[in-house]
Structures are given as C-alpha cells and as structure tokens.
C-alpha cells in the first residue's frame, strides 16, 4: 500500500512471471475503471476494496477481511429506485467483516457519509484523499473514522523518490568513507581503537598518546 520509486520497483519484481495491473488516474489517484451501475461491485473495485480495508471498516475491530468479509454500501443502495439511493462507487463502499455486517443490517451500527464531501461531484468515483466516515454504534457511542485512500497520487511518488535518494546518498557516503578507512594503514588505525578503548574506560584522565606499534627511537639508540 505504499508507493514505492519506480527503480525499487524494477528491482524488487526482477524476474517474476506473473504481474497484476492496477490503472490509476495520473492526476487523483483514482483506480480506473471504478465506475458500476449495478448493486454488485466490479471486479476492479473488489480488488481495490481489499487493498484500502486489509481489516473491518469499523472503529475497533481488527478482524481481516481477505476472506470472511463483505463489500457494503455506506449510503444505502436503493434497489427500486437505483438512481435515488447510494451509487456503487468507491467513494459509498468499504469491506465489514460478516459479524459487523449483520451488526449493520440490523440497525446496531450505522455508518454515516455526507454526500456534500463527495470528491467525484455527485458520481462518486473519484477517491483521492482520506474519506472520513461517522459511526452511530448501539444509538449510543459516536466515533469519526478516516481511511487514507490516497494510495498513489504523483504527490507521494515525488515525496518517495526524494526519500529514496537522500537514503542512497547517506549510503554512498558511508561506503566512501568505510573504503577509506580500510585504506587507512592497520597500524593507524589499531592505534586509534585503542585510544578509543583507553578514553571509555578511564573518563576524565586526559587524551593519552598509544604508540604504534613498532621500533621506536628510544629502542634503537643506547641511552649514551
């Protein structure tokens, strides 16, 4: 569900055989196509459902909806009159486990979703942006919740893509400066680690010089 830059994805899915399509609007974010003028969900919107609810729709419930779960409409679908209810558009569904569902039918929850916020102007099927959705449970506890349905929009791509190149450029520079210090003589470099390990364990006693290792003047030449 996070959007990734389009280098990452080509290394990640190197090599695979099977690949799943989902076509966005290049402007909104909006899955295409999204639009249905029956009660019963498309395909593409079943797919899409699934990816914006991986658990229930209600405030709390945590259950998974990849199986037991059911697509509902949040404004009620009116099977007599299709065109005076609530559309079968992304914007008037969201996936409740069975449980929640059934809660729902029966009156004990109700989800409530202003027609004035829908982003498609009247149509509902333009979903970019969090829709927010008021929950009436047991005619006693009200709760807002938000769904982030924004999954892809050219905003977040930018924000990934400049994320992903800060982070190869901390990279880069710490391979830099690791083959520098390996380049560093071992000598050098075991004279600073114990110098390191010297001021950790005795606080406060001042910088103390470690002599690499080695013949040193005093060795080689008699004290006369």
């Not at 079943?46 to 229930?56: A, F, G, K, T, V």
């Not at 050219?154 to 901390?170: D, K, L, N």
Request: a negative charge; hydrophobic letters at 35%.
């Amino acid at each position: 569900m996070t959007p990734i830059p389009a280098e990452l994805a080509r290394e990640l899915a190197a090599g695979e055989s099977t690949w799943q399509r989902i076509l966005t609007d290049p402007i909104t974010g909006a899955y295409l196509p999204v639009t249905a003028t029956t009660y019963q969900p498309t395909a593409q919107m079943r797919l899409l459902l699934r990816l914006r609810h991986p658990i229930c729709a209600v405030p709390g419930c945590s259950r998974p909806t990849a199986m037991a779960a059911e697509d509902d409409h949040i404004i009620e679908y009116d099977h007599d009159h299709p065109d005076q209810g609530g559309q079968t558009s992304l914007w008037n569904l969201h996936r409740l486990c069975w449980q929640h569902h059934q809660m729902k039918t029966a009156g004990r929850i109700d989800p409530e979703r202003d027609p004035a916020d829908d982003p498609g102007q009247g149509d509902g099927t333009t979903t970019a942006g969090a829709l927010e959705t008021t929950w009436m449970i047991d005619r006693e506890i009200r709760a807002r919740a938000r769904e982030d349905t924004d999954l892809l929009t050219p905003h977040t791509v930018m924000a990934m893509q400049r994320a992903s190149q800060a982070h190869q450029r901390v990279h880069d520079e710490a391979v830099r400066l690791h083959a520098e210090e390996k380049a560093r003589p071992r000598a050098e470099r075991a004279a600073e680690q114990r110098a390191a390990a010297f001021a950790t364990a005795h606080p406060g006693r001042g910088g103390r010089r470690i002599i690499p290792p080695g013949a040193t003047r005093d060795e080689t030449e008699p004290p006369f």
